[in-house]
């Protein structure tokens, strides 16, 4: 199994990138500070649940569609 704090970065980084969000437009419209959405980028930092409600909705998505891309990231069944 990979691990899911890389993963689930590897996701925000990808979604951020396909809504041509920086990560100070993105860490705005998430009402969080820019170094915290580099450190998810980059799995360095693993998110709550609020955090994960938060960026879906500055993403444009929702929680369990993130999820779902997390396990089949990580190939959790």
């Known amino acids: 199994m990979k691990n899911p704090t890389a993963a689930f970065g590897k996701i925000i980084a990808g979604l ?6 920086s990560q100070e437009e993105l860490a705005e419209r998430a009402s969080i500070h820019r170094t915290y ?13 609020v955090m994960l409600f938060r960026l879906a909705r500055a993403l444009d998505t929702t ?3 993130i999820m779902k891309q997390l396990e ?6």
Do not use: F, N
Not at 16 to 21: I, K, N
Not at 37 to 46: F, N, P, T, Y
Not at 72 to 77: P, T
């Open 72 to 77: 089949a990231e990580i190939g959790a069944s």
């Open 63 to 65: 929680p369990s569609r």
């Open 37 to 49: 959405v580099s450190q998810i980028d980059r799995g360095l930092k693993s998110p709550t649940i």
């Open 16 to 21: 951020r990138r396909t809504a041509q969000l």
